[in-house]
């Protein structure tokens, strides 16, 4: 064998020496990696910080009670609580991420009273449960049941004040000194936002001073303003908003009865508007009543200076015809000191202002913000 075939040969055992020995080896140090166990997803302990709760119904806003449940807060996860009495249910959503959901004596109570169908005055047991939900996982998970006492009361509006915020509104994106909307004085439910605005958006919060408050907000994000479509947000999360697309004068009416609705109208003032009845001086003569007077600069706002007599009056925005359109007060027989002037579509119902003292009077009326000054002179 000559050196050239030792070399191969040795080269050839050298390689079959080391197959066997990664054959040997290699088998010995293999380990199989398993994922780690994700954990359960739980909602943690559901609790409230009153087991015996008596609505008060003259303060709507303050709190009844607050649930809140010892879980991590996430956004991802999606929390609702389900309020039962017997075989009755109702459910209210909770700000995605929240650990907690303040209840105030008007939410909670037309929940019982409404969604449940709870006598009123009548002690019985409320059954509340948290249910939670990762989409985005498809997970689910439910809390403990506990279980408090409530005393409903009648029912009215969950919330006595209401504000208007956005850079569409003359006092922009100040949560701390929103604009106020105005109360209906004859119906609980509805509230009124009566202003020139900018092109911008707006929100509706229910408190002041607090970012992560309730709002009143579209469903969908800058929907067209003939929407009627309103949703109570738990904390304002998604942070849906109303756009004007157009600046000027608009009349918003929002309504938060359980079938609430939200009417933004673009608004076109009157360029003349009268006032008729016993007490003025043209009396009640439609087809020449008396003319107010128009304040320069101020396409709202008409004036009367001078005597009316014991009687009553409206204001019509046309002559001629009875089926007008009128401003008036909310409830009849209002006098000096009123300061509401409702738009009435067709003057039905037939309210009048009533003046008791003849004598001279300044009447001046707002006929964008609604409102009415009848002072004696």
Known sequence: ?????????????????????????LPSCKKELKAPASFPFETGELSASADNVVINSARPGDEAVTLTWDAFTNSMIRYRLVLSNGEAKDSVEVASGAISKRFN?????????DGLGME?????????????????????????????????????????ELWVVGDATPNGWNIDNPNPMVKDPTNSFQFKFNEVLNAGEFKIPTSKGNWGTDFFMPPANNPDITSTEVKLIPGGNP?????????GPYKILLNISPSPFIKITP????????????????????????????????????????????????????????????????VNGEGPGSTNAVFVPGGNPDNKWKITEAGNYKITFNQLRETISIVKQ
Request: charged share 10%.
């Open 1 to 25: 064998m000559n050196k050239n075939s030792v070399n191969i040969a040795k080269k050839a055992i050298t390689g079959l020496l080391l197959a066997c020995a990664a054959a040997f080896i």
């Open 105 to 113: 004596n008007g939410e909670l109570n037309n929940m019982l009273v």
């Open 120 to 160: 009123i005055g009548i002690v019985a047991d409320l059954v509340i449960t948290l249910l939670g939900e990762i989409p985005s996982k498809n997970l689910s998970a439910v809390s403990n049941s506990i279980t408090i006492k409530v005393t409903p009361a009648a029912t009215g509006a969950a919330y006595a």
């Open 239 to 247: 942070d849906n908003k109303w756009r004007i697309t157009n600046p």
């Open 267 to 330: 608004f076109t003032p009157y360029t003349q508007v009268w006032m008729v009845g016993d007490a003025t001086p043209a009396g009640w003569n439609i087809e020449n009543p008396t003319p107010m007077v128009a304040t320069p600069g101020n396409p709202y706002e008409f004036t009367y200076t001078g005597p009316m007599s014991a009687g009553e009056f409206k204001i019509p925005v046309s002559t001629g015809n009875w089926g007008t359109d009128f401003f008036m007060p909310p």
